[in-house]
């Protein structure tokens, strides 16, 4: 894939529920396959954004820094590094072909100058160095300008080795490469608040890794049945707390949220909490146990809430409530009617995540028709927007979307038989300070960002 110019690249800008000014990042057409966004984060800073795709890249975008000239453009992002993550594998033994596809990307905090990123695909997890380089050492005793060694014979007097400015260098390079661990496909990994060791999930097991041990983990929890018809259940997310490094949670496709602590025994088996709200009998239906499966769950920046997104719903738990969230967002309930014809499109198993912003305040999803939703928990509003190239100019305030449902359609609303299925928003991400947010549509990338008054 060529990567476009930074100066193709555009910056758009959302509030959370005043005017979002729209600047779009977007990738060149025609749509490829291995192009489609698979994943988006913020580090811990919010100055840098990467995005993972199919085809095993991974985009850094960087924050442009505000000058006295031109104050308005603070907060475009432009790209800063690439380089390929993950290259297609094949596992001989099996006969199983492993896809190149960035599924989680996940930012460890910056200690030094450099940045450090964890990549996964389906079965190995990377540690990657970003650093920059704008000095390049000469006069080396043994080698001559070019690197080529030197006769020691000709060497006559010793010379101490200089550093000289050079063009700015951005390399990426792996330090530690964790693979072997997982016989299913990995789904999720999370940093441990100690910033020495991380987890990978994968269908069935729960692996805990230390940074610096790349051929040895430890197996934290495994649903496995001895007998694999009995299986019933599998792991779909899973998350370490953002304070206490020995308590993390992990999510089923039954709907279920299980709470669990490293502290009570070496196989975290038994759950220490168990999240699961009653199913209402007036519900139940066919669809039921598909669309109640946990696409996503994460804590909130306190540590007091879990956020889970299942096929039509967010919901909100809190840590001292088990038997039922506190509050629940409706994301497209328009769509309990077209579960039919969504199943045979196979659009209903499609995995969307979910994001707190930076004071667990407001929570936002995606949805189809390159919707997303955005629900503030404080005064119960919401609203939907769209991310798309055809309505949006540099700066452009995103103007909120209705889908009407049936009756009379007003002018402004789009009717639920019109939405474009094939245009969906699965993966989103929030600046952790700020109201600057990325949204990965297919293979085009949007960040909207607070309207400057």
């Known amino acids: 894939m060529n990567y476009p110019d930074e100066s193709t690249y555009g910056n758009k800008v959302p509030t959370v529920f005043n005017d979002f000014i729209h600047l779009s990042v977007c990738w060149p057409s025609p749509i490829l396959e291995a192009d489609i966004i698979s994943t988006v984060e913020f580090n ?20 442009e820094q505000e000058s006295k000239n031109q104050v ?15 290259e297609p ?8 072909e492993i896809e190149e596809k960035i599924n989680k990307i996940r930012w460890l905090p910056q200690q030094n100058a450099a940045y ?6 389906d079965k190995t997890v990377k540690l990657w160095k ?7 050492p000469e006069g080396y005793n043994l080698k001559d300008e070019e690197g080529r060694l030197r ?4 060497i006559t007097t010793l010379r101490v080795p200089v550093l000289r400015p050079m063009d700015l260098m951005v390399e990426a390079t792996p330090r530690r490469v964790f693979a072997n661990a997982h016989t299913y496909h990995i789904n999720s990994i999370s940093v441990n608040s100690d910033y020495e060791t991380y987890m990978s999930a994968d269908d069935l097991r729960i692996n805990l890794w230390n940074f610096e041990i790349t051929n040895q983990s430890f197996n934290i929890v495994d649903i496995k049945p001895a007998n694999m018809e009995e299986l019933t259940e599998v792991i779909t997310a899973a998350e370490f707390h953002p304070h206490h490094c020995n308590t993390f949670v992990y999510s089923s496709s039954k709907g279920t949220i299980r709470l669990c602590d490293m502290r009570a025994s070496a196989l975290c088996d038994r759950h220490t909490k168990f999240f699961e709200e009653p199913e209402d009998p007036s519900n139940r239906s066919f669809f039921s ?8 769950v994460k804590f909130s920046h306190s540590g007091r809430y879990i956020m889970t997104r299942d096929y039509l719903t967010v919901k909100v738990w ?3 409530m088990e038997n039922r969230p506190i509050e629940t967002y409706q994301v497209h309930d328009y769509l309990r009617s077209k579960l039919c014809s969504l199943y045979e499109n196979d659009c209903i198993f499609d995995k969307f995540e979910c994001v707190w912003n930076g004071s667990d305040s407001v929570i936002m999803t995606g949805s189809y028709n390159n919707f997303f939703r955005m629900f503030d928990r404080n005064t119960k509003r919401d609203v939907t927007l769209e991310a798309s190239r055809e309505n949006s100019k540099p700066r452009a305030i995103l103007k909120p979307r209705k889908v009407c449902v049936g009756g009379k359609r007003r002018k402004d609303e789009i009717s639920v038989d019109s939405l474009d299925f094939s245009k969906k928003i699965l993966h989103t991400a929030w600046h952790p300070s700020e109201n600057i947010i990325a949204v990965a549509a297919t293979n085009n990338l949007y960040i909207f960002q607070d309207k400057v008054n």
Not at 79 to 85: H, L, P, R
Not at 130 to 136: I, T
Request: net charge negative.
């Open 116 to 121: 450090f990123l964890l990549s996964t695909n």
């Open 72 to 86: 308005h453009r603070r907060g475009e992002y432009n790209v800063y590094s690439t380089f390929q993550s993950h």
């Open 130 to 136: 970003v650093s920059e380089r704008d000095k390049r």
């Open 44 to 63: 811990h800073t919010g100055e840098l954004l990467a995005t993972g795709d199919k085809g095993g890249r991974v985009v850094i975008f960087q924050r």
């Open 318 to 320: 809190d840590l001292n």
């Open 151 to 154: 006769d020691p014979a000709t």
């Open 289 to 296: 146990e598909i669309i109640s499966s946990i696409s996503d």
């Open 89 to 96: 594998e094949f596992d001989y033994l099996k006969s199983l």
